[in-house]
């Protein structure tokens, strides 16, 4: 019987492997963030309040244009699948697709959040991230990906042929839901796939597959975002603990995740604005 998923190779086979690979989307002329100016805004920042997000629960905040956020390990290992919306209007929202293809998998201090189509504009950038020394493991793992969606119910009934309501889609469905005061039906459009914070993530050598292991986030860690217009975010505490076994769990050991706001001190960004929306006319060639 013929192999269609592993037809015979061809006599070129090792040629065609071995063209030379070109970057999707160079670098070059994307514009950087100014850090430094964000780093002396964040040394002089005081606190402004904060949420803390339960085990297994999701929470939202709200923080202006200009201010920063703090997500922090607290209690013992664990990751968080973040949302962030456009305070002024949902469909402007997190796109994590293109935000993987400007800077990569895997998302640290430089790097920014960008909003889905037709907005496109920096949502947030990465200032700190105590987990930078990290990189790229040995198995190709690393942190804070985006490119896992968030583990939900539809995909656990699909495997497993039951309910999980703990998962991160349910969890932020839920929050979001509470803090517009609407039925989660109503709710559960805006959710979106998201930045897996503190999570180790990477794609297996053999077969391409997603995996994740342990995350090495520890107490104190923290990934510090400054915000680029005014937010409205969500984060679920994930069920799966550090990830390290599963991530929808009840037996997963798992722990609070905080998010402190921070707002800069008077004068330090002095000449900063928010991002434009994307200059693109919407015409599309008609």
Known sequence: MTDTRHPEAPEDAEARRAVRPVICYPDDTLPDPPLALYRAALAAAVPAGGVTVPPREAACFRVPAGAFFRIR???????????????EDLS?????????????????????????FPHLRPMATIVEDSLGWYGIDADGGSVHDVIGTRCDPYTARLLSGHDYHQCCHSNLTRALAAELGVAPEAAEPHVHDVLNVFMCTGFTRETGQYFMKASPVRPGDALTFFAEI??????????GGDCGSEHSSDTARCFPLEVELLAPGAGTLAGWVPPARSAYDRSHGL
Do not use: I, M
């Open 92 to 116: 402007e929202r997190f796109y994590s697709g293109k935000t993987r293809a400007l800077h990569g998998t895997h998302v640290s201090t430089g790097d920014r959040l960008w909003s889905a």
């Open 230 to 239: 005014d937010l409205l975010g969500a984060l679920s505490a994930c069920p």
């Open 73 to 87: 390990s607290v209690g013992g290992p664990q990751v968080g699948d973040l949302n962030l919306w456009s305070a």
